[in-house]
């Protein structure tokens, strides 16, 4: 099993390129999720899908769009990219249920740089 | 105030010390408790979980004080291969199970 897979691994942008990031996971999770990490700061929340055909924002949307094109796949676009999107973004998954204490798995992880 | 706090470190300790990290919650609502390990430009990987009653995994111990809102992680015998950054995260049934993320302990273990 993959796992949790990203692409691209790293990218560069200039101010106001769109682009999508991919993933995709291959262990049957309802639950997806979209983090960007910052220096100095926790992973936040950009957006969400609880199951298959939801999505809802989290932490901090704006300038983001999602699509949840399946079970497997989660698609994050940058429709018009800003130098304060340069991030790392890590996909997540997880499998969703009443047992909180369920783990949530990782992707490698985009390192994304906005000139 | 963040929702989840910890020191950032660093803290820098030789091989075989004890250390140990503490983390702060600020939403009571939080229902479930977890240490995350984090290499240097690598994804988050799940430690431990941490339960009321207290856990331990190994050399890990990890103790949680719901009444104060606070989360303990406790490394005996370091190893070089500890070194990393240490996520204290709490788990909110908002946001469909939002894991809340503290900004990570760094630690160093030294020969």
């Known amino acids: 099993n993959a796992g949790v897979t990203q692409t691209p691994k790293f990218q560069v942008l200039k101010t106001g390129q769109s682009m999508t990031l991919q993933c995709a996971q291959d262990m049957n999770h309802n639950s997806m999720y979209w983090y960007r990490q910052d220096p100095g700061m926790g992973l936040r929340l950009i957006y969400y899908?609880?199951?298959?055909?939801?999505?809802d924002k989290g932490e901090v949307p704006n300038g983001y769009n999602v699509s949840r094109l399946n079970k497997r796949e989660f698609s994050l676009r940058l429709e018009s990219a800003a130098p304060s999107q340069t991030s790392v973004y890590f996909c997540?998954?997880?499998?969703?249920?009443?047992?909180?204490?369920?783990?949530?798995?990782f992707g490698p992880g985009t390192r994304l740089t906005v000139l | 105030r963040k929702e989840v706090e910890q020191d950032p470190g660093p803290f820098n300790v030789p091989e075989g010390a004890t250390v140990a990290f503490n983390c702060t919650y600020s939403n009571s609502a939080s229902q479930s408790f977890f240490w995350y390990r984090q290499d240097c430009r690598k994804e988050p990987k799940l430690l431990m979980s941490v339960y009321s009653s207290g856990n331990e995994d190994g050399r890990f111990t990890a103790q949680l004080n719901r009444a104060s809102q606070y989360i303990s992680l406790l490394i005996r015998d370091s190893k070089l291969s500890d070194s990393a950054t240490y996520l204290c995260v709490v788990n909110l049934m908002e946001y469909g199970n939002k894991l809340v993320f503290g900004a990570g302990t760094i630690l160093r273990v030294k020969s």
């Open positions: 997540a998954s997880r499998e969703a249920g009443l047992a909180s204490y369920n783990e949530q798995f």
């Open positions: 899908s609880a199951s298959e055909g939801t999505t």
